[in-house]
């Protein structure tokens, strides 16, 4: 490494339908400056473009002058088409159809800048210093429970982005025939049963039944119930909340079983705010795996929690809410 | 290409749980030879082996005198540790599990031997000849639907193993959840709703059913009813049978979805027996497609009949029964 890559930086921005979450990281991906905004979706894409564009300014006015700067990589929710950035009815953007946000950014910057979807920004953090790091193999695949379930997927060392960027859409493996309905326009996408947003439905639904006395006075408490106090009340024994977890890790078990049938990766990373509650699902998680997979089965660790070589390894992603900024901030390094 | 390259020959193997088809083919693919015996599985797998390595001694002894030889590759039938090529309890090999394919082949020919999934090997086949000539683009999923349903994936030109050799199990996307028991000892599989298998065996239920007094009929002429049979009829109005095919697509379209939606390759192939019955399943696995599957839906060729560049293309195999056998001849010479 040369003198003048030890001081340099780059900038990450993670795009998220409620914050813009904006860092610079040194070149041993340390956090040097962090700005959070809020995300002004009613605005339209040219005044949320304009924002990332004057935050990240406010960043290179930081660093520029002592460092040399590498790049700036945004991270966003899909779906993309890559390289372009060109949004596709995305979801949790209304009004951002058919944006192209790194021509705005470009132009705006006067500086190239490489634009990523989210799940897969968060999955090559991951996969340099988070879960990657702690199995043999250079191959990966993430899955990132939140409000939705999205992923990403790293064959031999680099993001697979499929022939129009879309590739790593894990959350909508169809698993349900005819079953729930979801905001990809599908049926029984694995989303539908595996996200924080399908738990907080279940949840809802077992409460107004009758049958769930402690889930129906979270709500009255809570209003919406947050995927968290489900967790906490589940972790307080109630049993009806435990089912909810585990009903979602057969579903999720369910879901993994197509990637790794298909794909024979040495190692599966859940990570997304959900993954808090990986006590809680895990155990039918990795029954639905050993009851319905049988490349899985064929190449179990001994210990599931013991990362192990040629071995087929589940594990919890260990960066937390920092993966997608990171991710961000190394997507122009790529090539470095 | 040199002149004794012009002038070489290589031998490809397919092991089948009923026949055993041998064949050697020049530089151009054209066929030089061909032998088929049957696969001796009860006299146990070294049996088998000396079979196999009769044949391709045979066919060495034709060719090696007026060519050079590039060497030998077998398709065989999984899972299948790679590159080994050992057995890990074949459903349709009993009794050769733990068996080491590569090297018996090997110790009995004295000569390096290639060994890879049947699946794969097809599909290598179509990659290069087949179908994957009519599609722009360096990636491409296979789905092999004959009594099993298999696969090969190829990405960036090249077979995708996975760890270890058992990627591209296509047929074993969970997709039913506590669904049709299946031979890898999962549950919901692909496998039982979209092979030759599965529509015989939902034919029979049906005609148990006393619904359906065609089909009916046509096992008490038959005793087990052919998938031929059971297409020529519904070819011929019969809306029961109708019924089955379009079952069958609709489930093929939702496993197709898993392919699409983490993959996003330019190109997917449906090959084995049962492509033959394209016309009676394709309409609905293609309303499947849409109906579930977003990154088709973004990607839809304007004609799904006519390849088209940046589109989701789905096609049938060409190259028929011959795929296995000149995947297997192609092996050894991947890296010429």
Redesign the interface.
């Known amino acids: 490494m040369s003198a003048s890559r030890d001081a340099s930086f780059s900038i990450g921005v993670d795009l998220g339908g409620t914050n813009l979450r904006v860092a610079a990281f040194d070149s041993e991906w340390k956090r040097l400056s962090y700005m959070a905004l809020p995300t002004r979706v009613a605005a339209g894409p040219e005044a949320v473009a304009a924002d990332m564009a004057g935050a990240v300014r406010s960043l290179l006015g930081e660093h520029a002058p002592k460092r040399e700067f590498r790049g700036v990589g945004v991270g966003s929710p899909g ?1 993309l088409e890559l390289p372009a950035g060109k949004f ?1 009815q995305p979801p949790n953007l209304p009004g951002f159809d058919g944006f192209e946000l790194r021509a705005a950014l470009e132009s705006a910057l006067q500086r190239p800048v490489v634009v990523e979807c989210d799940g897969r920004a968060a999955a090559l953090a991951e996969w340099k210093l988070g879960a990657g790091r702690l199995v043999p ?1 250079d ?1 990966m695949c993430m899955l990132t429970l939140g409000t939705g379930v999205g ?1 990403g ?1 790293v ?1 031999d060392g680099k993001l ?11 959350g ?6 005819d079953g729930l309905p979801c905001g ?5 996408c694995l989303e539908q049963y595996a996200s924080a947003t399908a738990i907080q439905r279940a949840a809802k639904k077992l409460a107004a039944s009758g049958g769930a006395p402690a889930i129906a006075r979270l709500q009255a408490e809570e209003g919406e119930i947050a995927a968290k106090s489900l967790a906490a009340l589940a972790r307080s024994g109630d049993l009806q909340a435990r089912d909810l977890f585990a009903e979602l890790g ?2 999720l078990g ?2 993994l ?3 790794i ?6 190692l599966y990373v859940i990570g997304g705010g959900l993954v808090s509650a990986w006590d809680l699902f895990a155990p039918s998680m990795f029954e639905s795996l050993r ?5 899985y ?3 179990q660790p001994a210990d599931p929690a013991r990362p192990a070589p ?1 071995a ?1 390894n589940l594990v919890p992603a260990v960066l937390g809410s920092e993966a997608g900024l990171l991710g961000a901030a190394m997507l122009p390094c790529q090539n470095d």
């Open positions: 779906p596709h193999g191959s992923g997927i064959l697979w982005r499929g022939m129009t960027g879309m590739a790593g859409e894990n909508h493996i169809a698993l349900v025939p990809c326009g599908g049926r029984g057969g579903f369910m879901g079983t197509a990637l049938n298909t794909l024979n990766l040495p009851r319905l997979c049988y490349v089965r064929l190449s040629r087929t």
